[in-house]
C-alpha cells in the first residue's frame, strides 16, 4: 500500500507565508507525477501546481508568480511554498502523486488525506 501525509497547513494572515510537505511512503518503486490541489468550499478541486520525476514545474494562472513547488525524490516528498498568500488561496489542499509499486504496473494515482490552508483577509 503507499499512503500520501500531508503537512505544514494553518490559519495565516493575507501576505504571509506557509510551506507545505507531502511525503509518500510505502511500496514504491517510482513516482512520476507529483502535484497540488485544492478545493475551497463549494467549488471544484483545482490544480494548484505540479512536478514532474525531472523537476519540470507548472502552476494555475492564480499562483503563478508566488507559490513554488519542489520534490525530494530520495525521500519520496513534494514541497509546496506558498507566499505572499491571498483570502482566496483559503482552501482544503490534496497531494497527489502517480506511484508505480512495482516495475511490471503501471502508475497508479494516489491522494492525501487533505490539509486546510486559512488566509484571513
Known amino acids: 500500500q503507499v499512503q500520501l501525509v500531508e503537512s505544514g497547513g494553518g490559519l495565516v494572515q493575507a501576505g504571509g507565508s506557509l510551506r507545505l510537505s507531502c511525503a509518500a511512503s510505502?511500496?514504491?518503486?517510482?513516482?512520476?507525477?507529483m502535484g497540488w490541489f485544492r478545493q475551497a468550499p463549494g467549488k471544484q478541486r483545482e490544480l494548484v501546481a505540479g512536478?514532474?520525476?525531472?523537476?519540470?514545474?507548472n502552476y494555475a494562472d492564480s499562483v503563478n508568480g508566488r507559490f513554488t513547488i519542489s520534490r525530494d525524490n530520495a525521500k519520496n516528498t513534494v514541497y509546496l511554498q506558498m507566499n505572499s498568500l491571498k483570502f482566496e488561496d483559503t482552501a482544503v489542499y490534496y497531494c497527489?502523486?502517480?506511484?508505480?509499486?512495482?516495475?511490471?504496473?503501471?502508475?497508479?494515482?494516489?491522494w492525501g488525506q487533505g490539509t486546510q490552508v486559512t488566509v484571513s483577509s
Open positions: 497527489n502523486a502517480g506511484v508505480q509499486t512495482m516495475r511490471s504496473l503501471p502508475h497508479v494515482n494516489y
Open positions: 510505502g511500496s514504491i518503486f517510482s513516482i512520476n507525477f
Open positions: 512536478i514532474s520525476s525531472g523537476g519540470s514545474a
